[in-house]
């Protein structure tokens, strides 16, 4: 589990999502680190598939 306070593994991910993490749990909402990252992140719509959502909240598998 990657989570804010996972320095600098954290950073590392936001960056370069493939790296080190499988899945992601987004809520597609100005106020989240990671949509706000991973909105237009050609190597994160590239790489993961939604699989699961409930309203705003996505969960996202990486593809292998």
Known sequence: I????NHPIW????KNPT?????YIV?????????????????FEQNF???YRNDKTYVYKRVD
Do not use: M, P, T
């Open 49 to 51: 598939k939604a699989v």
């Open 11 to 14: 950073d590392i991910s936001l």
């Open 27 to 43: 809520r597609h909402d100005e106020n989240d680190v990671l949509w706000q990252n991973f909105k237009g992140n050609r190597e």
């Open 2 to 5: 990657v989570y804010v306070g």
């Open 19 to 23: 790296r080190y993490v499988r899945w």
